[in-house]
């Protein structure tokens, strides 16, 4: 039973970390290119409305896919053409685009569906399939750690496998390749690229096109492995938690995995201790239970937002000296 537990919970983690995951990663690429990006948030959900929209009118898991990367990046281009090519304030910029989502999601999903802003529940060809199964239900025989493994590690969907390969390709990237130190150094030093000959403005659209397509994947994982439609506000704040991830993992992309493992843990077990009885406390309460990883969150922004080191050239407009 012990391993049951252990296995199903690791499971769980998995799963509910994978947008925090890739929201963390696309946050770390334009943050180290020099582009503060508070519209991850808007952007997951926009990608996930277009997801299922897409997916319960076409019927197509490759439409659903595509739609929510269109929608995604052409978020990130906005974003990038506001605050890249006319030097518009990013916070600001990122937060029009969370609060435009939030409302718009809901006003479209409400016109061509109505059905209070959802769409309509997707069919099992557009959702995604589990993966490995065979290869844990062979694990399941091994004695002792066999079962916990097999759960743990098995039978999940193509989409978090991908987020878990995206890690150390993220930092492959940005940390073995000539682009990659070209990115960095456009978050340090964007008057250094600029004297080299290389475009600021071509690495920041760069990395917002990688940063729209990573979370474009994680709206579009919302809605075609976690939940059959799209629901107003389904992204519950994990754009912020994996800003906080991408903070407390310091511009790291390792940091990052980390830090959003241990937000998907206490989500998991948020859900398992849901009703569950304690000893000398009784009932928990469910509102308490599902406060814990936002409550995590102000208390690593809190604790290391002072202590971790942005890139020096991060949320400054570079206008090109003449």
């Known amino acids: 039973m012990d391993e049951v537990l252990i296995g199903t919970l690791l499971a769980s983690t998995l799963r509910v970390s994978v947008p925090l995951i890739l929201c963390a990663l696309a946050a770390t690429l334009s943050e180290r290119a020099g582009v503060i990006d508070l519209g991850l948030e808007g952007k997951m959900l926009m990608a996930a409305f277009a997801a299922g929209a897409a997916g319960a009118t076409s019927g197509s898991l490759m439409l659903a896919l595509l739609a929510a990367l269109a929608v995604g990046i052409a978020l990130s281009m906005l974003h990038a053409y506001a605050c890249v090519s006319h030097t518009g304030d990013q916070v600001v910029a990122g937060m029009a685009i969370t609060m435009t989502a939030a409302g718009l999601t809901v006003v479209l999903g409400i016109a061509w569906f109505k059905q209070g802003g959802q769409t309509p529940p997707l069919a099992d060809t557009v959702r995604l399939a589990a993966w490995f199964t065979g290869a844990g239900d062979a694990l399941q025989a091994v004695p002792l750690l066999g ?17 878990l390969l995206a890690v150390p390709g993220v930092w492959w990237l940005l940390y073995r390749t000539r682009l990659g130190l070209r990115l960095r150094a456009t978050g340090e030093n964007p008057a250094m690229v600029d004297a080299a000959g290389l475009s600021v403005k071509g690495l920041r659209y760069l990395a917002l096109a990688f940063n729209g397509t990573l979370c474009s994947l994680a709206g579009a994982y919302l809605v075609l492995a976690q939940n059959p439609s799209f629901v107003p506000n389904m992204t519950a704040g994990r754009g912020y938690m994996a800003l906080a991830a991408m903070i407390f993992g310091k511009w790291h992309p390792v940091g990052a995995l980390w830090a959003c493992l241990l937000f998907g843990f206490l989500d998991a077990v948020a859900i398992r201790l849901q009703g569950v009885t304690l000893p000398g406390v009784g009932t928990v309460p469910v509102q308490a239970i599902q406060a814990l990883p936002y409550v995590l969150t102000v208390v690593l922004l809190a604790g290391f937002i002072g202590r971790a080191r942005a890139p020096a050239a991060l949320g400054v407009p570079y206008v090109k000296e003449r």
Do not use: D, K, R
């Open 147 to 163: 079962p916990a493994l097999a759960l743990a590690f098995f039978g999940h969907n193509v989409m978090v496998y991908l987020a």
